[in-house]
């Protein structure tokens, strides 16, 4: 059965990459019940604080950004030696766990920042840890703790230079050239480009287009920044 593993990670050349070694890698000995993982976006003039729609009958929401994504799950510590591969002392494997995800990084200047794994369902979640909490449930007679839940959440990790190149992929003020495909229109291929259907007069004389209500599939257009 597949485990689910926290990686530490490294900053190189700008993009966040898995350190290699046993001791950068913790692996669950039983398995997340569960896991969560949140996607969120905010848009503007949704009539919140700052937003007002003068005139209009309701306000009209607009794309704002992507919040980080958010990972959250349980793991059950075990050191009674009675699930296989739990050999290890109950403080020992939470020390590690903390070493790998919860630690102050150094050279980074900021706790550092981790790979989950788990088999084909969670192949990659690059993230760093937000808050983790320990519960004990179950104690040896001298005190020692035997078993733990620990609860874990993660929100995305991205370096700079992977925001800005994201972005730089995304921004309108870039030239697209876009080939045509069956069905596209010019006042369609505007509103996905610029979120402005209304350009396509615009775009049309840029392209010398002399009938752009008929577009030809395969046709490349060129869509300059605009504003």
């Known amino acids: 059965?597949?485990?689910l593993k926290i990686v530490r990670c490294a900053i190189q050349s700008g993009k966040i990459e898995p350190k290699s070694g046993d001791a950068n890698t913790?692996?669950?000995t039983i398995n997340p019940e569960n896991y969560s993982h949140n996607y969120s976006l905010k848009?503007?003039?949704t009539m919140g604080k700052g937003d007002s729609a003068v005139g209009k009958s309701g306000a009209i929401p607009k794309y704002s950004m992507a919040d980080p994504e958010k990972l959250n799950?349980?793991?059950t510590i075990d050191g009674t030696g009675v699930v296989p591969g739990s050999t290890e002392p109950v403080a020992d494997q939470i020390d590690k766990l903390r070493t790998v995800c919860y630690d102050y990084d150094g050279d980074e200047h900021e706790p550092t920042a981790v790979k989950i794994i788990w088999g084909n369902g969670l192949k990659e979640f690059f993230g760093r840890l937000t808050e983790m909490s320990v519960d004990y449930t179950l104690f040896h007679p001298d005190g020692t703790a035997l078993r733990a839940k620990i609860k874990l959440n993660f929100i995305e990790a991205r370096t700079?230079?992977?925001e800005a190149l994201e972005a730089k992929?995304?921004?309108p003020d870039l030239t697209h050239l876009v080939r045509v495909q069956t069905g596209d229109t010019l006042?369609?291929?505007c509103h996905r480009i610029y979120k402005d259907a209304g350009k396509y007069l615009e775009i049309a004389a840029h392209n010398d287009l002399d009938n752009f209500r008929d577009l030809e599939p395969n046709t490349l257009l060129r869509f300059p920044p605009m504003r």
């Open 1 to 3: 059965m597949a485990k």
């Open 26 to 28: 913790f692996e669950a």
């Open 43 to 45: 848009y503007t003039g």
């Open 73 to 75: 799950f349980s793991l």
């Open 160 to 162: 700079a230079a992977q």
């Open 169 to 171: 992929r995304r921004s």
């Open 187 to 189: 006042p369609l291929l």
